[in-house]
């Protein structure tokens, strides 16, 4: 899950310094329906049950990113896990078996393309 988008430009000690001031207690996280992107069509994603958790954490985030001058995407939070990249169906209209996910740490991840596949790495 992306709770701030940075992009390709970055200050990596500055990153970290921000992360390290994010303070919350671990919670469970409630997985919801499946979706798409309209602009990205070849991603599925599954939602996650508003919980009011989840968000307090990218808000929490971004304001200690926007404290060290850290640039990041102002696109509005969606709190979801992406789970297939261009699949040959893109089918949403399923029931998504109750699921949840233990949320215990943060990390800054980067994303780079490897042999044509999109490959993320924890740094």
């Keep these: 899950m992306t709770l701030a988008f940075i ?4 200050d990596l000690p500055k990153i970290r310094k921000a992360v390290g001031e ?3 207690e671990p919670f469970v ?4 329906r499946l979706g ?10 599954c939602g996650v049950r ?4 989840v968000a307090a954490l990218a ?13 990041f995407s102002a696109m509005p939070f969606l709190p ?5 990249q261009h699949p040959s169906h893109i089918v949403t209209e399923i029931d998504v078996p109750e699921a949840s996910i233990k949320v215990e740490r943060i990390s800054v991840m980067k994303s780079e393309r490897i042999n044509g596949e999109l490959v993320y790495s924890e740094i």
């Design 7 to 10: 992009g390709e430009k970055y």
């Design 22 to 24: 994010v303070e919350f």
């Design 29 to 32: 996280m409630s997985l919801g």
């Design 36 to 45: 798409t992107f309209p602009t990205r069509s070849g991603v599925v994603w």
């Design 50 to 53: 508003k919980d009011g958790q």
């Design 59 to 71: 808000s929490q985030l971004r304001q200690r990113l926007s404290a060290y001058g850290i640039p």
């Design 80 to 84: 979801h896990v992406s789970l297939v």
